[in-house]
């Protein structure tokens, strides 16, 4: 199973974050199909406060995330990581 961190530090939410992303993130993977395959975790601050909303997937991070982002970072992080 993947393992996704969505920051849902205070800076984070205050730039669109926290759980609004977090939801949005459930949405997204349900619709790739892959909801399944992708564990979900919503952790206090991931320290990059002025690059929020932030992300981690697999170790990595991704800054400035918005719901809108999410269909490409699954296609482009996520469906890779899985298949592998």
Do not use: T, W
């Amino acid at each position: 199973m993947l393992r996704v961190q969505v920051c849902r530090g205070m800076m984070c939410s205050s730039y669109g974050g926290g759980r609004r992303l977090e939801q949005a993130f459930e949405a997204a993977l349900r619709a790739a199909g892959v909801a399944d395959q992708v564990e979900l975790i919503a952790p206090g601050c991931m320290g990059s406060c002025s690059e929020g909303p932030c992300v981690r997937i697999a170790g990595q991070k991704f800054y400035h995330v918005n719901p809108e982002d999410l269909p490409e970072l699954i296609a482009k992080e996520i469906l890779p990581r899985l298949s592998e």
